[in-house]
């Protein structure tokens, strides 16, 4: 899936998630996705009643990774469909100007072809979505004029059921925007961002076409 991003000054930490392929990698499982080890590294950011943001640093790079854990309002199948429903991220999801399929080559200020592993699985009280993307520019358009390529961008998200009509989302991303954005900036606009990331999926998980079951 190929991108049109947002300009530098509404940047955030995260990228939206673009589907291009549906294999998982076997070492990728959820139990190491959303750990929160203070022994590895992460420090709470910041916390609200209904999210928590951590960062660590990352090796060779003053850009920080992030991971945030918080409660949505309705079933993991219904988050899962707002977030696979990439057509419409520049209806409801922030700092997205246009997303179209890769075949349709649009791009402005900066670009990124994204590749997507996917997995998920029945529990008691309904099914847990994993999902896990790094960049496959190599697979998109080539890189043009005044248009900067973003060549780093690690991250995923994992849907648990917390009960039979919540979820327990987990967010986790590094990314490297490009361009002459200083570190402490990207990393300060990362806590903005996550945050008006989940506030869109909770606003956009109420509308009704997302509430038909979804199989595995």
């Known amino acids: 899936m190929y991108c049109r991003r947002m300009r530098w000054r509404t940047l955030a930490g995260f990228m939206p998630v673009f589907l291009l392929t549906g294999v998982m990698p076997r070492t990728f499982g959820a139990e190491r996705f959303n750990s929160i ?9 910041s916390e609200s009643k209904d999210l ?30 707002v977030i696979e429903d990439f057509e419409n991220y520049p209806a409801f999801m922030p700092y997205t100007i246009e997303c179209q399929l890769i075949k349709r080559e649009i791009c402005e200020d900066r670009d990124y072809t994204l590749r997507v592993w996917k997995k998920s699985w029945p529990t008691p009280d309904g099914v847990t979505y994993l999902s896990r993307w790094e960049p496959a520019n190599e697979l998109g358009p080539a890189e043009k004029r005044g248009v900067i390529r973003v060549k780093i961008c690690d991250g995923g998200w994992l849907l648990e ?10 967010y986790s991303i590094y990314t490297d925007t490009g361009g002459m954005i200083p570190a402490f900036i990207a990393n300060g606009a990362s806590r903005v961002g996550i945050s008006k990331l989940f506030e869109a999926v909770r606003k956009q998980v109420k509308n009704p076409k997302y ?3 979804a199989g595995l």
């Open 37 to 45: 080890d203070p022994n590895e590294g992460w420090k709470l950011t």
């Open 161 to 170: 059921p917390n009960g039979e009509i919540k979820t327990r989302a987990t």
């Open 52 to 81: 928590a943001i951590y960062s660590r640093a990352h090796a060779g790079s003053g850009l920080k990774e992030f991971r945030a854990i918080g409660s949505i309002d309705a079933p993991t199948y219904s988050v899962h469909a």
């Open 211 to 213: 509430a038909l079951r």
